[in-house]
Nanobody
Framework: QVQLVESGGGSVQGGESLRLSCVASERIGNNYVMAWFRQAPGREREFVAAFRWSGHTYYGDSVKGRFTISRDSAKNAVHLQMNTLNPEDTAIYYC???????????????????WGHGTQVTVSS
């Protein structure tokens, strides 16, 4: 059972940046995918970004060019650098992980076995 702990959320003004981190409780192997999803009140959980441990990255259309996902293999961690934030980015951000996830499922929340508790990001205009 992999445990995921997120950190780095907070309240910022539009245009500012935040960096989220997610640390896994055990070593992440090359067949893992670690991802970020977000959920705003009254909306479905939305794919933000994913890092296939072999090195490939994937982004949701709404964050492409503004957010960057990266990994720290030594710490079993994945980070999400969020730049040029706007109020539409306000949500609870969740870290997720799954081993052996196929490419077509990377953007599907139900495909992930492990989830963190989430961290709140609030962007004011």
């Amino acid at each position: 059972q992999v445990q995921l702990v997120e950190s780095g959320g907070g309240s910022v003004q539009g245009g500012e940046s935040l960096r989220l981190s997610c640390v896994a409780s055990e070593r992440i192997g090359n067949n893992y995918v670690m991802a970020w999803f977000r959920q705003a009140p009254g909306r479905e959980r939305e794919f933000v970004a994913a890092f296939r441990w072999s090195g490939h990255t994937y982004y949701g259309d709404s964050v492409k060019g503004r957010f960057t996902i990266s990994r720290d293999s030594a710490k079993n961690a994945v980070h999400l650098q969020m730049n040029t934030l706007n109020p539409e980015d306000t949500a609870i951000y969740y870290c997720a992980a799954h081993r052996g996830l196929i490419l077509s499922s990377i953007r599907v929340p139900a495909a992930y076995a492990y989830w963190g508790h989430g961290t709140q990001v609030t962007v004011s205009s």
